[in-house]
């Protein structure tokens, strides 16, 4: 990269790039000369390198949104590489934790993070359509007008049957509830929904967690503690212990804060939360987390001590329920007790399958192992509805380990990745049998 002769003037802007100041979306102008910016976190934003300055180690870009044009400076410490002209440089390495990318951040550093991708739409963003029913209600009424179910009319309903169970819509769908924050800018109730169903959709569907960050930071205060938790969780995945930290120092935390205790390290407290809870209507939610914050940890015997409390605990009214909730306890419990004829340096060269109940049903899973490595794992079977990123990001996570050891279940769909890590388990342990 060759230093630039000028310096452009920053005009800091006080709202958003896209979406600025909740006045609106306006279509990235793309063409072939624009430059690429890869964040550390996986961002990537697609403008123009204006100005570099080698001596302060940062540079400029541009991008232009319909017909308005945004400056942002972003140093080198923040950018893991550049396009300019068509040829890459990397500009700060990648550091490979759990199979997935994270670096240690100071509080100044993540929120420069956090409000420059805010800033900056996905590189998907202009080319994703704006597409939803003539018959959707775009007025999106806190309360819908009628109790009757109708995703083709309401909007929440239209995201909870239609997008969210289909990830070839998410991006239409996020576009969506960007377009809902320029029809809702004059409504505060509103756009603070909108808000935080865009922030979640980032953390849950994407796990874009700096956009995730963004919005869910402009809810003032945030609405619920679940929500803390997933900012928390956001906070450290992108490199910040200490703000995730403050944020989980309050009291109660709701059992949700047990998985993410448990993939910061925190299994002692995680289990403390579980215990806490046994005499809670989320008890057994609770020993689940907490059963598997204890097998992440490798504490197979209290993962288990938790697993059975499951099958202890008093029934739902619902049989249905307790049915599930014994399956997937039971399915956990023969997965740890797997563990050591699962590990696939002992598994002969094979297509193995096998299931583990989910949230509503079977999950099926097929594992292909050649020269005791997994070569591919891929979910062929499954009635989950709310999975998220589950089914893409924990078969990836087991590739990345070359193990069902560890594994960090998918946050919002913890029951879809543990049926998955179960149902490979099994079906690795059956290409060692003893």
């Known amino acids: 990269m060759k230093e630039g002769t000028n310096r452009s003037r920053i005009d800091r802007p006080v709202g958003f790039l896209f ?29 123009k390198v ?3 300055r080698q001596a302060e180690k940062e540079f400029d870009f541009e991008v232009t949104l319909g017909n308005q044009t945004r400056v942002n ?19 700060t390495e990648k550091h490979a934790v759990r199979g997935e990318t994270r670096v240690i951040r100071s509080e100044s550093e993540l929120l420069a993070l956090i409000d420059s991708a805010g800033r900056t739409p996905p590189d998907w963003f202009a080319s994703t359509p704006l597409d939803y029913p003539n018959t959707l209600d775009v007025s999106w009424p806190m309360r819908p007008p009628n109790r009757q179910w109708n995703n083709q009319a309401n909007v929440g309903q239209y995201l909870w049957d239609i997008i969210y169970p289909n990830p070839s819509r998410w991006r239409s769908g996020t576009r969506l509830v960007h377009h809902e924050m320029t029809l809702h800018k004059h409504s505060p109730e509103l756009l603070a929904r909108d808000m935080q169903t865009l922030g979640r959709m980032y953390f849950q569907l994407f796990q874009d967690y700096p956009r ?10 945030l609405p619920n503690n679940n929500l803390k938790i997933e900012l928390a969780e956001c906070y450290w995945r992108l490199g910040c212990e200490s703000m ?11 059992v949700q804060a047990i998985k993410l205790l448990g993939d910061m390290g925190q299994t002692d407290r995680a289990i403390q939360l579980g215990k806490s809870a046994l005499s809670t209507s989320q008890a057994h939610a609770a020993c689940m987390l907490a059963g598997d914050a204890c097998r992440q940890a490798g ?62 049903g079977p999950v099926d899973v097929e594992v292909v192992v050649s020269d005791h490595r997994i070569d591919d794992i891929r979910v062929t079977r499954h009635t989950e509805k709310q999975f998220y990123a589950a089914l893409t990001d924990t078969p ?10 560890g594994i960090d279940g998918t946050t919002g769909a913890t029951i879809t990745s543990q049926a998955i890590v179960n149902a490979t388990a099994k079906a690795l342990a059956k290409g060692n049998p003893k």
Request: glycine share 4%; hydrophobic share 45%.
């Open 19 to 47: 979406a600025v100041c909740l006045l609106g979306i306006c279509p990235v102008n793309a063409s072939a000369t624009e430059d690429w910016v890869e964040m550390l976190s996986g961002v990537k934003a697609k403008g």
């Open 50 to 52: 204006t100005s570099i």
């Open 73 to 91: 400076t972003f140093a080198f410490s923040q950018v893991h590489a550049v396009t300019i002209d068509g040829k890459r440089h990397v500009l």
């Open 212 to 221: 995730a960050a963004f919005w869910l930071r402009q809810l003032h205060p």
């Open 244 to 254: 995730a930290m403050e944020l989980l120092a309050a009291s109660p935390l709701p």
């Open 299 to 360: 504490r197979y015997p209290d993962a288990i001590q938790f697993y059975e409390q499951v099958l202890s605990l008093p029934h739902f009214r619902n049989p249905a329920v307790t049915d599930r909730f014994h399956s997937r306890a039971k399915d956990s419990i023969e997965a740890i007790r797997l563990v050591d004829q699962a590990d696939v340096r002992n598994v002969a060269d094979g297509t193995y399958r096998d299931s583990s109940i989910g949230y509503t």
């Open 396 to 405: 990836k996570q087991i590739l990345a380990k070359q193990s069902v050891q």
